[in-house]
């Protein structure tokens, strides 16, 4: 099945109905996702998977943010690393540039980036690298039941790419 229809059907079992669009170009990083969509690329979420304390994190990002794990460690109060591809793929079911907010297998704990919530709109990925959705940021808090928390550097702390 493809990714895009594994979102799908996850959609419909969680009773949630949106927008899916198909892009004619990637939409892989922010900046494309930006372009294909014609929004800022503050608009676009990111959605970056680590490993906290042996527990998957999914960290939803505006597009032009960078997370700091340090920071956001700090924050959490356990260590924070990147997930890998493969570790990626098994936890949220789709492979990195495609991974949506929620329809996950199974939920994950989830870390929203407070400027999301400075747009009337998002997007974000829909399963695939050529696919997103448009959401309220209140209803993507709704639906991943997250945290709002920064997720960048301290003043002056150096900042790690999580693109």
């Known amino acids: 099945m493809a990714a895009l229809d594994r979102f799908l059907t996850r959609l419909e079992q969680l009773g949630v109905e949106l927008d899916v669009r198909e892009m004619d170009s990637s939409t892989h990083t922010a900046a494309d996702a930006a372009a294909a969509v014609g929004v800022q690329v503050g608009q676009i979420v990111k959605s970056l998977l680590f490993m906290a304390d042996g527990e998957p994190l999914l960290v939803l990002v505006s ?47 989830t870390i929203v980036d407070p ?47 999580a693109d």
Request: glycine content about 12%.
């Open 63 to 109: 597009g032009p943010n960078r997370v700091d794990t340090a920071a956001l460690g700090k924050r959490l109060g356990t260590p924070v690393t990147m997930a890998d591809a493969k570790r990626v793929r098994e936890l949220s079911g789709f492979s990195i540039g495609g991974v949506p907010p929620f329809g996950h297998p199974a939920p994950l704990r």
């Open 115 to 161: 400027d999301l919530l400075s747009y009337d709109q998002v997007w974000a990925a829909a399963g695939s690298a050529t696919t997103v959705f448009g959401i309220e940021p209140s209803r993507l808090l709704e639906l991943t039941r997250g945290e709002v928390l920064p997720v960048g550097a301290d003043s002056g702390a150096e900042r790690v790419s």
